[in-house]
């Protein structure tokens, strides 16, 4: 497998995290609007909140979520990292498909719902799950536990 520079890949570790912390921000972001819209008492500002979410769901949500799968699986396939080697990155890709199911696609229905006079209580739900599975990944990031699972 041809590897990369050590320049190249911190230049693709730097757009991985920033991609990752798009995603991450942007989940605080649904948290904050959700809960305004569930506890205002002004259906206009429900519906701005719902509106705002179900725009972001359908813009930066996709692209940072784009974002940070290809240059996971870029980092996977030209450094020493792999894509079955170790445990941790395992637990980051099942993670990942959670993130990508509850991000671009859950969030987009459930605000398309809200918006059309549902209850946001599975959008509370999908993003609070979502933010729990985003803040594991990064921890398995950061700790990378449970060692290496194939030796090189």
């Not at 890949?9 to 921000?25: D, N, P, R, T, Y």
């Not at 784009?66 to 080697?85: E, K, P, Q, Y």
């Not at 990508?100 to 059309?116: D, F, K, N, R, S």
Request: glycine share 10%; with cysteine.
């Amino acid at each position: 497998m041809k590897t990369i520079s050590m320049t190249q890949k911190k230049w693709l570790l730097l757009l991985h995290v920033i991609f990752s912390a798009i995603m991450l921000g942007g989940a605080v972001i649904f948290l904050v609007l959700s809960i305004v819209a569930g506890t205002t008492g002004d259906s206009q500002v429900a519906q701005a909140c719902y509106t705002v979410m179900h725009i972001l769901s359908a813009s930066s949500v996709r692209a940072s979520t784009i974002g940070t799968l290809v240059t996971g699986i870029l980092l996977s396939a030209f450094t020493h990292w792999g894509f079955l080697r170790y445990h941790w990155i395992l637990a980051k890709e099942a993670l990942s498909v959670v993130a990508i199911l509850l991000g671009p696609i859950g969030m987009y229905v459930w605000t398309a719902g809200a918006l059309h006079g549902g209850n946001g209580d599975m959008l509370l739900i999908g993003i609070i799950l979502q933010i729990i599975s985003l803040a594991a990944i990064f921890l398995l990031s950061v700790f990378k536990p449970w060692g290496k699972r194939i030796p090189k």
